[in-house]
């Protein structure tokens, strides 16, 4: 767990009552986003924290099957609050007989889902060379808690909206994760079977969004696959058009509406639940403000697919992130470094289609 600063909530005023309740923001009230790079800055600062020996250790012997190795270890993220060591699991698919280094992939599954969910992605890598690496999001796997599902997930964001200003506080929804993909990073270039300097990530739906937020403003990650979770989530709130992101944990809404006296959940609701757990995703951090990152610097590959029927990316709201997006690779010459795909009449659901785009393009861009 770790304190965040104030300054970290910049999309509402969020004030403190005596009763512990949160006063709502003056209506249509939006502060200026950083730019793009004092946006990286600002987020890289809100979500550090002090670092811990990676104690990596192997949780299962390797295992060569169909000419793939799998393995699997955990490494330690953080010293929470209490005093204990979160650890990560991770689940890595290799081509057997592999050489001294090679490129990894990194694949983040949706909310509900865990790193199994994604072997089959994995494997996709390592035919092609590539090593897949996967880990259970927090609150997620066999991280859980024995919770099914997303329950775990929900009750710490839960837990986290209810926490009281003055106390350290977890942040499950993305942002904790978003660290444990730093620290992977950090564990994966240390090893001698990764060639450093060709990371790539993937994910979808909830994985999606944790790739754009820590790809965007990690310059080792060299090519990115948001699939199904490039949106704004600015515009989904100004527009009314919130109920698909909220109910993918809609039990943390329904509580933040009952503590707010609200007789449901509302677009009051979303903007204090979401300025509470997710400091900035209405400005700083959101998509349209973040996606620019990729081309700043030397250009790196991004890799986008949407449908445009997908309730909990609206289609307007993801056009604005993916025209930031464009705009930004063409003004650095690199817009053969970015694929857009938005697929008509495709609710939230990752196409066949764009599931062999997807990793011919990082597997183009990783070699």
């Not at 994966?188 to 790539?200: S, T, V, Y």
């Not at 009952?258 to 007789?263: Q, V």
Request: net charge positive; with cysteine.
């Amino acid at each position: 767990m770790v304190r965040f600063p104030r300054f970290a909530v910049v999309a509402a005023l969020i004030i403190v009552v005596a009763s512990g309740g949160i006063r709502p923001p003056l209506a249509g009230a939006q502060e200026k986003s950083l730019p793009p790079e004092k946006a990286k800055s600002a987020l890289l600062r809100l979500l550090d924290r002090p670092k811990v020996p990676a104690d990596v250790r192997e949780d299962a012997k390797p295992v060569e099957k169909n000419k793939f190795v799998y393995s699997r270890w955990s490494f330690a993220s953080e010293k929470k609050a209490d005093g204990t060591i979160e650890m990560v699991p991770v689940l890595m698919v290799a081509p057997a007989g592999a050489p001294a280094k090679r490129p990894v992939m990194i694949v983040l599954h949706g909310t509900g889902g865990n790193k199994e969910g994604v072997q089959s992605w994995l494997e996709d890598f390592a035919r092609e060379g590539v090593i897949g690496v996967a880990i259970d999001a927090r609150y997620h796997g066999s991280r859980a808690n024995a919770g099914k599902g997303a329950t775990a997930y929900v009750n710490a964001i839960t837990a986290a909206w209810r926490t009281p200003a003055d106390k350290p506080m977890e942040h499950p929804f993305y942002y904790d994760t978003v660290w444990d993909l730093w620290r992977l990073i950090d564990v994966l270039a240390a090893r001698d079977d990764i060639d450093a300097k060709n990371i790539g990530m993937l994910g979808i739906s909830m994985g999606g969004i944790e790739t754009w937020l820590a790809a965007s403003v990690d310059d080792r990650v060299k090519v990115a696959a948001p699939l199904i979770g490039v949106q704004s989530f600015r515009w989904s709130l100004d527009n009314d058009q919130w109920q698909g992101r909220a109910n993918t944990i809609k039990a943390a809404h329904e509580a933040a509406a009952k503590d707010l006296g609200e007789r449901a959940v509302n677009r009051r609701v979303c903007r204090e639940l979401w300025s509470k757990v997710l400091p900035g995703v209405l400005g700083d951090f959101d998509g349209p403000n973040l996606l620019p990152l990729f081309a700043t610097g030397p250009a790196r590959a991004l890799f986008i697919a949407n449908g445009d029927r997908d309730p909990n990316c609206p289609i307007e709201g993801a056009r604005i992130a993916i025209a930031a997006a464009e705009a930004a690779f063409k003004r650095a010459g690199a817009s053969d470094r970015l694929v857009v795909r938005v697929n008509a009449g495709v609710a939230h659901k990752v196409t066949d289609d764009d599931h062999k785009e997807a990793i011919a393009f990082c597997v183009k861009w990783l070699k």
